[in-house]
């Protein structure tokens, strides 16, 4: 077979290949979108201290001891009676890096001093709909009795509850589940607060057993970061080679939020050591570099090795092979000079023996 005749080969092979992919591609895409239409939809109806108009969040100035009723319009699109659960929490970021309006199991940060949750008054936590029913919710707010400076950020989160009678019916059927989240954004006045970013902490863990080393980043200031950029790198002590990096950008953090800038190992062991974590970031335009010194031990690296899927431990066999195979080399050539030694030993004792016959003869 000629050159020409397998790159037409392996050409058709690989547009037939890619034909079938798109196909089956476009194909579960046009399934999937049949059974995906929301059941219900939020819409915020804004107040006259609305600020940066329609944004499709409430962003209010408001004022000590203020008292704020917010009303959200709920609209069920479906053919049945739907019940949908109604949230408000503080904002929180995620370890993706992104702001979260959804219940969080992180503790309140240690530098938040107004928090959304305290301020909200939920007359109703759930809601029910008839079928393509609209109904217009009230949320009240109070304001705390002295002023704050920056921003106070939260959500009002809604989610559908399952259906009780179906779930029981079909108890291995998937379910989808629908939610949305409002944002409230309070500010008392037009001061602006910079962000402050801190390294907390630099320790190895796991996410979704796989080996990370977490780098543990505040933003200690009650104030939005809405593009963050980090560049990073982790040293062994006594190395100037990284053994790890990680470089992620638009990233966004809520104000007073703690998040998990994770750096993945790969699929690689974690080993035991001394190490340094050096870091850059650029939170909105203002430059922070840290530098943390952290130790992996050897029980720890042990344990998270242990259970991590996917990873791709050393194999030592060989290289015990190899010392196995110097170390028989040497004994084998210590053992030769040790009989060499001894024979030559004999040989001249054996001539000295000689001698001294021949000159009593």
Request: aromatic letters at 8%.
């Amino acid at each position: 077979m000629n050159k020409k005749w397998l790159i037409y080969i392996l050409s058709s092979f690989f547009l037939a290949t890619l034909f079938f992919v798109t196909a089956f591609a476009d194909e579960t895409k046009e399934e999937a979108n049949k059974g995906t239409g929301a059941a219900f939809s939020v819409l915020p109806i804004y107040p006259d201290n609305q600020v940066n108009g329609k944004n499709g969040y409430f962003e209010l100035n408001v004022a000590p001891k203020q008292n704020q009723v917010l009303q959200i319009e709920l609209q069920n699109y479906s053919e049945k009676t739907i019940t949908i659960d109604i949230e408000a929490n503080r904002a929180t970021t995620s370890d993706a890096g992104i702001t979260s309006y959804k219940k969080s199991n992180k503790e309140k940060d240690d530098t938040l001093k107004v928090d959304f949750e305290s301020l909200v008054h939920l007359e109703e936590q759930e809601v029910t709909l008839k079928a393509k029913e609209k109904k217009t919710i009230n949320i009240t707010l109070q304001m705390p009795d002295e002023s704050f400076v920056g921003q106070v950020l939260g959500g009002i989160h809604f989610s559908q509850k399952p259906d009780e009678k179906e779930k029981n019916e079909k108890k291995n059927a998937v379910y989808n589940t629908f939610s949305y989240s409002i944002a409230v954004l309070l500010t008392e006045n037009k001061q602006q607060v910079e962000n402050q970013l801190k390294l907390i902490d630099v320790y190895a863990d796991q996410r979704n057993y796989r080996n990370f080393i977490e780098a543990s980043i505040q933003n200690a200031a009650p104030t939005m970061i809405k593009n963050l950029s980090i560049k990073s790198e982790i040293f062994e002590k006594k190395s100037s080679k990284a053994a790890y990096q990680a470089n992620k950008s638009s990233l966004r953090m809520a104000p007073n939020s703690t998040f998990n800038f994770g750096l993945d190992l790969q699929n690689t062991e974690l080993i035991p050591g001394d190490y340094t974590l050096k870091m850059t970031a650029d939170a909105d335009g203002k430059e922070y570099k840290f530098s943390k010194d952290f130790t992996i031990s050897r029980k720890q690296a042990n344990e998270l090795n242990d259970q991590a899927v996917y990873i791709e431990k050393k194999d030592n066999k060989q290289l015990y092979m190899i010392i196995a195979g110097i170390l028989l080399v040497v004994i084998v050539i210590v053992i030769i000079l040790i009989k060499r030694k001894r024979a030559n030993k004999k040989k001249q004792q054996s001539k000295k023996g000689k001698k001294r016959k021949k000159k009593i003869m």
